[in-house]
């Protein structure tokens, strides 16, 4: 696997690898609703209009599923944000990968900083060359691969940072506009539910972000993994083209249902935020 390229910044260690693709999904999803949006048309749409619109719609379904419309209409346009960035972070590491190889500390610095999961991985292979412990390597044949191209959601920091997003801003939402039904659920159906009841709710924040990291992630380890069966001569290259295109129809399968599967469960947390004893 090759490395991330993280920094130290104030303190703080930052890939700027998922700050990278942070910023192009964004970028991306930001061009796609300003050239749907620019040339409005209710008798002559356009093709990104259309679509825009029946992203809306979808998210309008997705609301009335879980809730009364009305009382969901203030979360349109998070869905609908929610679901365009998901789609375009899920799937931007599926075309293509973007690794530089570094050979000495000298190089593995960016913007003045230097790359420290670079230098420390240098340092291990480099001690692990004079221990002897793997093949003798010359200093021009130690390297360390990095990895600038991935998709944002493959990393678990962007994961659980939406998922936490979500939790806090769900039970805000139930403390403000559900007060009484909010505090009296953590004690139903008895008081001495209150624990499990805690759990419950850590729980749903665990799995909403893991649930999205985990099956990102792991569709872009086995890409990696079937680009090196090329290595093993015809069959393997035979092997790995025909393996590649399969998973990358597969891929994009499995981040457009990662997409629709985290929004239906925010809306879903939402819903029961909001819903009182009477609904049930």
């Known amino acids: 696997m090759h490395k991330s390229p993280v920094i130290m910044l104030g303190g703080f260690h930052i890939d700027l690898s998922i700050v990278l693709m942070l910023l192009v999904t964004c970028t991306i999803v930001f061009v796609l609703a300003l050239l749907a949006t620019r040339n409005l048309s209710v008798e002559n749409p356009g093709k990104l209009q259309n679509f825009l619109e029946w992203a809306v719609e979808f998210v309008q ?10 009382k969901g209409k203030p979360f349109l346009s998070l869905g609908l944000a929610l679901i365009m960035f998901l789609f375009v972070g899920n799937l931007l590491g599926l075309p293509l990968g973007v690794v530089t190889d570094i050979h000495d500390k000298e190089h593995a610095k960016i913007f003045g900083h230097e790359i420290v999961s670079v230098t420390k991985e240098l340092d291990k292979l480099q001690a692990d060359a004079d221990a002897g412990t793997v093949s003798s390597e010359t ?6 691969g990095v990895a600038w191209w991935k998709s944002p959601t493959a990393d678990p920091a962007v994961a659980m940072g939406l998922a936490v997003m979500i939790f806090l801003m769900t039970h805000i939402v139930g403390m403000t506009r559900n007060t009484k039904n ?63 295109i399969v998973w990358q129809g597969f891929s994009l399968f499995i981040g457009t249902i990662q997409a629709f599967i985290f929004v239906m469960l925010t809306m879903v947390y939402f819903s029961q935020m909001l819903e009182t004893h009477d609904e049930h």
Do not use: C
């Open 61 to 70: 379904g997705l609301i009335s599923s879980t809730m009364d419309l009305k």
């Open 139 to 144: 200093p021009e044949e130690i390297e360390v």
């Open 182 to 244: 909010y505090f009296k659920h953590y004690f139903e159906p008895y008081p001495f539910f209150f624990p499990i009841n805690l759990i419950e709710q850590v729980s749903k924040l665990l799995t909403h972000g893991m649930r999205l990291f985990g099956n990102i992630f792991a569709g872009e380890v086995l890409i990696s993994v079937i680009l090196k069966l090329a290595a093993l001569g015809v069959g393997g290259w035979i092997a790995s083209v025909l393996g590649l």
